[in-house]
């Protein structure tokens, strides 16, 4: 790591240890399911990725740029894994930072959630 540092080095991990990822890596690439499912710097993916808690609902709160990634219903509360600006959720809702962990486990956990690419990646794409 020291030797990638120091020669500005491209390196490529693979692990299913995301916690060592975020300790070690910049920049995350998500395959899931054969596909780009999430890339990006990683402070930047922690930073737009939300837990969202609040009453049970059964259909899932529509604003404007949130994107639901999952979402699962207990018998009074509704948990959302979102991405986006959280800015005006409804009175009763709270947020919670997510871990890169746990954004890598919504994403894998819901291979038919939108993707979430670099936009560096799709021009090149």
């Known amino acids: 790591m020291n030797a990638a540092a120091v020669e ?66 207990s018998e009074r509360q509704t948990t959302i894994w979102a991405r986006g600006d959280l800015g005006g959720l409804p009175m009763g809702w709270r947020t919670e930072s997510l871990s890169l962990e746990q954004v890598v486990l919504a994403y894998m956990a819901s291979p038919e959630a939108a993707p979430a690419i670099d936009p560096v990646l799709q021009e090149a794409g």
């Open 8 to 73: 500005s080095l491209t390196v490529l991990l693979s692990s299913h240890l995301v916690g060592e990822l975020e300790r070690t890596c910049d920049y995350l690439l998500l395959l899931n399911c054969g596909r780009l499912q999430l890339s990006g710097d990683i402070r930047e993916l922690v930073a737009t990725h939300h837990l969202v808690v609040g009453p049970r609902r059964e259909e899932v709160f529509q604003l404007p740029g949130i994107e639901v990634i999952r979402s699962s219903h």
